[in-house]
């Protein structure tokens, strides 16, 4: 979450979490917005709009007067998630650059770690509350 320098290129960290998915976010300065999730373009890694808008959502929210390369490194969870990790990365990242934009972030609800995650099945059940069909005769 601290500015960091590498090869004299200074940018931001943080890491983003949601379900199984973790998102290693890097926050570059640039002319023109892009960006690259584990070494592809965004369009090709996430096909579907929904997802590329869920990332997109956390500049849009936080009005940043400065334009970004995001690159980011995921692993787990499915795409879904992935994203809504990369917006919250994405998110705590700005924060890290710019604490004014904390309280747009905070209230649009991209700097909480969303823990919803699929219960865990028990013995006995067929699912995690599923219990298997019972007859009286």
């Known amino acids: 979450m601290t500015p960091t320098t590498t090869n004299s290129k200074k940018y931001f960290e943080a890491v983003g979490r949601r379900k199984t998915a973790v998102a290693r976010v890097r926050l ?15 369009e090709t890694y996430f096909p579907v709009k929904e997802m590329q ?3 997109a959502d956390a500049f849009a ?7 970004f390369l995001v690159s980011a490194k995921i692993a787990g969870g499915g795409i879904a998630a992935q994203s809504e990790a990369l ?9 890290a650059y710019d604490i004014q934009l904390r ?14 995650a699929k219960e865990r099945r ?3 059940l067929k699912k995690a509350r599923k219990s ?6």
């Open 28 to 42: 570059f300065p640039a002319k023109i917005a892009s960006y690259e999730v584990n070494g592809k373009a965004l």
């Open 53 to 55: 808008a869920a990332v």
């Open 61 to 67: 929210v936080a009005k940043a007067a400065e334009k």
């Open 87 to 95: 917006r919250h990365g994405i998110a705590r990242a700005l924060t």
């Open 103 to 116: 309280g747009a972030l905070k209230k649009a609800g991209f700097l909480k770690r969303d823990a919803r």
């Open 122 to 124: 028990k013995f006995g």
């Open 132 to 137: 298997p069909q019972w007859a009286k005769r």
